[in-house]
């Protein structure tokens, strides 16, 4: 068995600096949960945290890997009474990641069946998202690669024509740090 360090939540050759940046880490500490792993005292994501985290990872994953859908199932129902979904649904929007929340808890409800109680707050929410959920739910059903939408996703949630302009460059000119990941 392995073990994969993260430095940060956003851990990606995709040019994510924008969603990146918008996490303080502080944040993400002041609210881990401490615990002890074959004895060692280690500190692990909130609930919420760790639900934005893998809805990420899931997502910049194209929903290749079934056990990552798992794995956010696993944490809903773990943690349904932590959860605060009006929370998480704020922190998601501040984040940019409302779309990345969405468009998994539409895979979990479309391919596996399984129904989240933020799926319905986030469908009220948002209009913006209701479009490419058509787009989305298309790409599902027709059992296309989800990895052109992911990366489409991704650019439309950064803001402002700066933050995608950005994006797109760094696609096609990856700094070093990028580069010696790949």
Known sequence: SALHLHWHLINSVWPLESARDSIAMDEVWLKAKPGIIY????????????????CHHCFKHYFAKLILSFDLI???????????????????????????????FYYLSLRLHYFTPGLAKLKRQNASTRRMGK????????SF???????????LSAKGIKKKTRFLVRTFFPPAQVMAQI
């Open 39 to 54: 004895g060692a005292k280690v500190f692990s994501l909130s609930a919420d945290w760790l639900l934005l985290y893998l």
């Open 74 to 104: 696993k944490v809903i129902e773990a943690s349904r009474e932590e959860i605060d979904w009006d929370k998480l649904i704020e922190d998601a929007n501040r984040l940019e990641m409302t779309a990345q929340l969405q468009y998994c």
């Open 135 to 142: 787009v989305f739910i298309f790409f599902i059903n027709y």
């Open 145 to 155: 690669s989800l990895y052109f939408f992911s990366y489409l996703v991704y650019f």
